[in-house]
Antibody, heavy 123, light 107 residues
Framework: QPQLQESGPGLVKPSETLSLTCTVS??????????WGWIRQPPGKGLEWIGS???????FYNPSLESRVTISVDTSKNQISLRVRSVTAADTAVYYC???????????????WGQGSLVTVSS | EVVVTQSPGTLSLSPGERATLSCRAS???????IAWYQQKPGQAPRLLIY???SRATGVPDRFSGSGSETDFTLTISRLEPEDFAVYHC????????FGQGTRVEIK
């Protein structure tokens, strides 16, 4: 079973860039059977998909966040990264990285998740 | 954007009872690409159902999903103590969007 661990600053100032890393163990992020994604959850609220990245390097983003978000991979470190630019208080959330299985009816779901990383946007 | 609406917001039931959770999409969901997740306090979500009715690996058979087009249901046939949690519905037929969640609490 893969294990995913998010890491990064817990506090980011408004207008700055939020950067998180997800380290994957127990499997290679280049395995073409899987894809990787970021999902966030504001305190006391529902889940919001941020974006996903596939083994080919292709990325797909939530249209509402696409102009501010970049997801990338570092294969040498088996890590996935998230950057959200120009943050506001509305970006305060627990950020999860997760894995999905590249099968037709599962494509878009996430079966393994990290424990989550709380990021607060405040001056 | 496909808007996903879950109801009720909170469901108060006793162990052993049947739970029926609703998920409605603002437009027909391509190939019934609906997933359900369970989330307990302080934990990450857990995938229960994909493709509207297929159980994920290791999910007990008391959990079942059904529905098509815009209306989907998650049923828990007999609530166990560990089933009291928040349940999230996700559509992934057009981009990916989640509902606001249904809390199943002990009555």
């Amino acid at each position: 079973q893969p294990q995913l661990q998010e890491s990064g600053p817990g506090l980011v100032k408004p207008s700055e860039t939020l950067s998180l890393t997800c380290t994957v163990s127990g499997g290679s992020i280049t395995n073409r059977n899987y894809y990787w994604g970021w999902i966030r959850q504001p305190p006391g609220k529902g889940l919001e998909w941020i974006g996903s990245i596939y083994y080919s390097g292709s990325t797909f983003y939530n249209p509402s966040l696409e102009s501010r978000v970049t997801i990338s991979v570092d294969t040498s470190k088996n890590q996935i990264s998230l950057r959200v630019r120009s943050v506001t208080a509305a970006d305060t959330a627990v950020y999860y990285c997760a894995r999905g299985e590249d099968q037709l009816m599962k494509l878009g779901t996430f079966d393994y998740w990290g424990q989550g990383s709380l990021v607060t946007v405040s001056s | 954007e496909v808007v996903v609406t879950q109801s009720p917001g909170t469901l108060s039931l006793s162990p052993g009872e049947r739970a029926t959770l609703s998920c409605r999409a603002s437009q027909s969901v391509f190939l019934s690409q609906i997933a359900w997740y369970q989330q307990k306090p302080g934990q990450a979500p857990r995938l229960l159902i994909y493709g509207a009715s297929s159980r994920a690996t290791g999910v007990p058979d008391r959990f079942s999903g059904s529905g098509s087009e815009t209306d989907f249901t998650l049923t828990i046939s007999r609530l166990e103590p560990e089933d009291f949690a928040v349940y999230h519905c996700q559509q992934y037929g057009s981009s990916r969007t989640f509902g606001q969640g249904t809390r199943v609490e002990i009555k």
